[in-house]
């Protein structure tokens, strides 16, 4: 019989919990900065859950450079999952389908090492019964792109390593992505982020309070115009205003144009036509804009319509939540 369920996904900049009854929320924390403050940081963030709910736990906070190994960072995340919530039913997801325990975990640890996109792809694979998907799961760093055949996740690899080759995993989000990393032509250097970019065009919002950008000045759109401007070589007194414009929207572009030959490649790889794709993540919005743009006539379901928008932002943590509402470990 199902129950309500708690999911927690532990990322490098953010932690992420929902509820299998729907509740969600996340929080920034920079695991990479703080690792010794996890326990503590997830004592505060689970104090309003109640404790007698089952705990399903996914992570991808273990490739944080704070750590020398992803298993020296797995079972640094199960320490303080456990130190946390001591006295609640805690199991982790791996990327064979199963639940284990933390004692499973720390001699396996490289089966949960970065396993959340594996959750949500489980998940939402009852929204694509039949035929031929991708879930694509935008957030602030990443983007997931897994293919899924009757509603189950077949993905070409497992691993980051093998995903990144496969085009399974790309490394740019909506937030934290360098500049430099996606548009070429520009200064090879961390002037900016693609967040001002998106904050530029109107795509995200101004967030003043932010100052974890690439120079230290808040998330605005005065600032972010500043720091593309250094993109490419210029300033106030050298650049007009389109210039900078133009070349926020050759970022645009260019990611769309990432995102698009990953897909490629995937049907490719599968031999037959995409039936629809899936959408979610904080980023959600970027991929739906590129499929309108390059596919305009291909199904789209996104999380957001479907289940709200904080349950979108929080996917792999709501997913873990419903899956470990649904199976025992």
């Known amino acids: 019989m199902d129950t ?65 190994t992803k298993r020296e960072g797995v079972r640094h995340i199960v320490q303080a999952v456990e130190e946390a ?45 039949m035929g031929f998907a991708i879930m694509i799961d935008t957030g602030s760093t990443t983007t997931d792109v897994i293919p899924l055949f009757d509603g189950k996740p077949k993905p070409m690899r497992e691993t980051d390593v093998g995903r990144l080759r496969s085009g399974e995993l790309l490394y740019f989000g909506v937030r934290r992505t360098p500049l430099c990393a996606i548009v070429q032509d520009g200064c090879a250097e961390f002037f900016a982020t693609i967040q001002d970019v998106h904050v530029l065009l109107g795509n995200l919002p101004e967030e003043p309070d932010n100052l974890a950008t690439a120079d230290g000045r808040s998330m605005t759109k005065e600032f972010a115009w500043e720091r593309i401007a250094r993109m490419i070589g210029g300033d106030r007194d050298t650049l007009t205003n389109d210039e900078v414009i133009e070349y926020a929207n050759k970022a645009i572009s260019a990611q769309g144009k990432l995102l698009m030959g990953s897909v490629q490649w995937i049907e490719e790889d599968a031999s037959r036509p995409l039936d629809r794709v899936i959408l979610s993540g904080s980023g959600e919005w970027m991929p739906a804009d590129v499929f309108r743009t390059y596919r305009p006539k291909l199904s789209q379901i996104r999380l957001s319509e479907k289940l709200g928008s904080e349950i979108s932002e929080a996917a792999c943590a709501y997913s873990v939540a419903v899956l470990r509402s649904e199976r025992q470990r």
């Open 4 to 68: 309500n369920a708690i999911g927690l996904d532990i990322g490098g900049a953010n932690l992420k919990l929902a509820t299998a009854s729907g509740i969600a929320q996340s929080r920034r924390f920079e695991l990479w900065k703080h690792p010794a403050r996890l326990a503590a940081e997830l004592t505060d963030f689970l104090k309003d859950i109640p404790p007698d709910l089952p705990v399903g736990v996914t992570m991808t906070g273990e490739l944080c450079d704070c750590f020398r």
């Open 85 to 129: 919530l001591a006295g609640r039913d805690i199991a982790y997801w791996s990327t064979e389908g199963t639940f284990l325990s933390a004692a499973e975990t720390c001699e396996q640890p490289l089966k949960v090492a970065a396993a959340n996109w594996h959750a949500q792809a489980t998940f939402v694979g009852r929204f694509a019964p």
